[in-house]
């Protein structure tokens, strides 16, 4: 299940990445008119609703550049090398993990037949 979840945000950030420079999605973001309350409290909310429309934004490029999947992954890999290293890293994080919960899990099991 958590390889799902590498893969999901590794195809997100690969798609952002292609959609950023050959789309230039979101290059104006600084030029968007951003109301800030000049309360502190206020400040808060503002910078929540941001980071929530910002991760809705970027899920769904994530969703539309599905169809344009040959082309985000020539771009990933012409690009964007690195990102591929660090998703293969994590993949081998995440299956190294697995793999020792798995050895504990069997220590633990011997452990209880052992003791009754």
Known sequence: MLLIVVTGFGWAFAAAGYAHTEEG???????????????????GAAALWIALVSAGDFTMN????????????????????????????????????????RRLEKQWADDQRRMY
């Open 25 to 43: 999605w979101r290059a104006g973001i600084d030029e968007d008119p951003v109301l800030v309350p000049v309360t502190r409290r206020g400040r």
């Open 62 to 101: 994530a969703l539309k550049q599905i169809p344009n999947a040959p082309a985000v992954l020539g771009h990933l890999f012409r690009k964007q090398l690195w990102l591929v290293i660090v998703i293969g890293l994590v993949y081998g994080a995440v299956v190294l993990l697995g793999w020792g919960g």
